[in-house]
């Protein structure tokens, strides 16, 4: 009864191994899952210098930034920003930085606010390459000592209130400029309120929703193709053109109050 032969010690101990490699790649399964769920949606630890966010996914901003910016360079990836109440000051360049990544959504919930020195080449307080949308239930004020809020690709506003004031443009969507909803007061000393820029073949600006009050040096609405106005109160007080469209200007809905062109 207590004789055991060699046969059946290595059987016992291949099923101990077993039984152990089993249990690690389980673990392992676990681990990976659980990065995983941390990496599409998780909050943002800032410093002084700011934020730099390299991967998509979905990421929660709460802690001021006071000397710094959100930089994203994330290739082709969508990312999701949420805004939660926080206050971003850059003093050499933009508050917001997206030098690369696929679609980009800021979503607003809380009171936020972004300063910005901007600079010659990089000239929002938002400044993005790639296609945003701006969303959400909260506020986003907006002071730049150049453009307000600048897409260099195509910019839609969903939702959110927002009051920019800049020295030149207050808000750029080069390809194009899409509001469907939302609050927008804008201040542009000596630009215009929404411009588009784009002159191959693109640059429409379409506003199918929401509230916009502008009061800009130079036009109120400009868009070097075509305007199309289908909703949403606007009202204009502007240094020259109220609406202005290289191309045609269409309204058919929409309440429009140019005060002053």
Do not use: W
Not at 216 to 229: F, K, P, Q, W
Request: net charge negative; proline share 0%; with cysteine.
């Amino acid at each position: 009864l207590g004789i055991e032969s060699q046969g059946e010690k290595l059987k016992s101990n291949k099923k101990i191994f077993g039984i152990i490699a089993l249990c690690v790649c389980v673990i392992g399964v676990g681990i990976l899952a659980v990065f995983a769920i941390m990496r599409g949606a998780q909050t943002v630890s800032t410093g002084v210098d700011g934020i730099e966010i390299t991967s998509g996914g979905t990421y929660t901003i709460s802690d001021d930034i006071s000397s710094g910016s959100v930089i994203v360079r994330a290739d082709e990836a969508d990312v999701h920003l949420v805004l939660d109440g926080v206050s971003i000051k850059n003093t050499s360049g933009p508050a917001i930085f997206i030098e690369s990544a696929g679609d980009v959504t800021i979503e607003l919930k809380g009171e936020n606010k972004i300063t910005a020195t901007a600079t010659k080449d990089y000239n929002g307080a938002i400044y993005s390459k790639s296609d945003l949308i701006l969303s959400g239930d909260g506020s986003l004020e907006v002071s730049s000592t150049i453009d307000g809020i600048v897409s260099k690709d195509d910019l839609k506003i969903d939702g959110g209130t927002f009051i920019v004031n800049a020295k030149d443009e207050g808000i750029v969507g080069k390809d194009s400029i899409t509001i469907n909803g939302g609050d927008l007061t804008i201040t542009a000393t000596n630009g215009h309120g929404l411009k588009t820029s784009n002159e191959e073949k693109k640059g429409d600006m379409e506003i199918a929703g929401g509230k916009i009050s502008i009061d800009s040096g130079t036009d109120g609405l400009h868009s070097i193709a075509n305007i199309r106005i289908s909703d949403g109160v606007i009202t204009i007080s502007a240094g020259d053109d109220g609406i202005h469209a290289d191309s045609t200007v269409t309204i058919d809905g929409g309440t429009i109050d140019v005060v002053k062109s």
